[in-house]
């Protein structure tokens, strides 16, 4: 079993930034794929950003030039920084970790971005 403790979450107004982390624990092997989704209210829970273990990197079109994920394999830990945030950024925040044959998911950190 692997368990993702998520960290970094708040209430920042427009333009501001915030940085991520996740950091798994447990039962660890190997660690693919590690992302990040966001839940709105009212919203279906949709892909941020994702890195593969090999470094490759997808995000989706609404935070490309703003967001950066990055992990660091040593500490198993996956973060994304978010610049120039907006309020339509405002969701709950879930890290996905894919290890071995099974996913796990995080339990969300909360970012509010309202003046």
């Known amino acids: 079993q692997v368990q993702l403790v998520e960290s970094g979450g708040g209430l920042v107004q427009p333009g501001g930034s915030l940085r991520l982390s996740c950091a798994a624990s447990?039962?660890?092997?190997?660690?693919?794929?590690m992302g990040w989704y966001r839940q709105a209210p009212g919203k279906q829970r949709e892909l941020v950003a994702f890195?593969?273990?090999?470094?490759?990197?997808n995000y989706a079109d609404s935070v490309k030039g703003r967001f950066t994920i990055s992990r660091d394999n040593a500490k198993n830990t996956v973060y994304l920084q978010m610049n120039s945030l907006k309020p339509e950024d405002t969701a709950v925040y879930y890290c996905?970790?894919?290890?071995?044959?099974?996913?796990?998911w995080g339990q969300g950190t909360q970012v509010t971005v309202s003046s």
């Open positions: 890195i593969t273990s090999l470094g490759r990197i």
């Open positions: 996905n970790v894919h290890e071995g044959v099974a996913f796990y």
């Open positions: 447990g039962s660890i092997f190997s660690i693919g794929a």
